[in-house]
């Protein structure tokens, strides 16, 4: 993923696009994130960055620059991307979880441990589970850290998946669904047996106390639904049919990106990356 310290998500967003609503309809916060048209050209880049970096590992993508070169960092991304047959299938909701992740990371300051689609066991397929685990720890206090839920539904038509991305944040909370309740747990495992491969065992350790949350009370949790949508024929009806039964709005954060032609992003995200030898070193 790009290096969020030098360039970021909010360095292409407009002004107001930072201060958060309360929803009246559903209650909940509400952050509206709209994307800069003279900022585009730059977001593009960035973004089409992070979906290199979302399904391969800079250090595998430079040992196979050296080993193979040029053709074969070029059949690396073929075996890797989601074919261009059907784009706005799998590679569209591939690519709303990529910002997903950026706006959770360079927005709210969370910390993504696993992407989760390096993961995926069939590119023509979407991710399984839950969309993106993140979390927020606090220093003086880990019995205050908290894991985040986030679902992301992506599309150029307004209407779609705007209440089924609620619907499946309200699945997680309902009394009496063990099911939802192992998938959340399910989740935080898969974080946690990346993390102990890869040897990050400060972290994981950190994170492997999420494993007792349904006794422990000192236990946070809270939810990001998130909608990426296009600027052009996005409006705010939709949400008038949300209906939150058993999340608390309170822990419920709903966040909408607003993309200029989300046709042409997703393109040239996918796009053969440019300077291919300059971002791997």
């Not at 074919?83 to 299938?89: I, L, N, V």
């Not at 679902?151 to 009496?176: A, M």
């Not at 974080?191 to 999420?210: A, M, N, P, T, W």
């Amino acid at each position: 993923m790009p290096d969020s310290q030098t360039t970021g998500l909010t360095d292409f967003l407009t002004p107001e696009s930072v201060h958060p609503q309360r929803d009246p309809t559903i209650k909940c916060l509400k952050y509206s994130l709209e994307i800069e048209d003279r900022f585009l050209p730059s977001y593009h880049s960035y973004a089409a960055q992070a979906v290199q970096g979302a399904y391969v590992d800079p250090k595998y993508l430079a040992q196979v620059l050296d080993r193979e070169g040029f053709t074969g960092v070029a059949k690396l991304f073929k075996e890797k991307y989601p074919s261009a047959d059907d784009p706005f299938s799998v590679r569209i909701g591939d690519y709303g979880e990529v910002v997903g992740h950026l706006l959770l990371h360079d927005v709210f300051g969370l910390t993504i441990p696993v992407v989760k689609i390096r993961y995926k066991t069939n590119w023509e397929k979407a991710a399984f589970g839950i969309d993106i685990i993140a979390f927020r720890f606090c220093k003086d206090d880990p019995s205050r850290d908290t894991v985040i839920f986030a679902e992301v539904k992506t599309s150029h038509q307004k209407t779609y998946g705007v209440t089924k991305v609620f619907e499946e944040i309200d699945q997680l909370v309902r009394d009496g669904q063990p099911t939802a309740k192992q998938k959340m747990r399910n989740a935080v495992r898969f974080v946690s047996e990346r993390l102990f491969e890869q040897q990050q065992y400060e972290l994981e350790k950190r994170i492997y106390r999420f494993l007792d949350c349904y006794t422990n009370p000192h236990y946070i949790e809270t939810f990001f639904p998130m909608l990426v949508r296009d600027k052009r024929t996005w409006d705010e009806t939709p949400l008038a049919e949300v209906k939150l039964t058993n999340a608390n709005p309170d822990k419920v954060t709903l966040c909408i990106l607003l993309i200029p032609n989300m046709q042409d992003a997703v393109a040239i995200a996918y796009a053969e990356p440019a300077n291919i030898e300059a971002q791997v070193g």
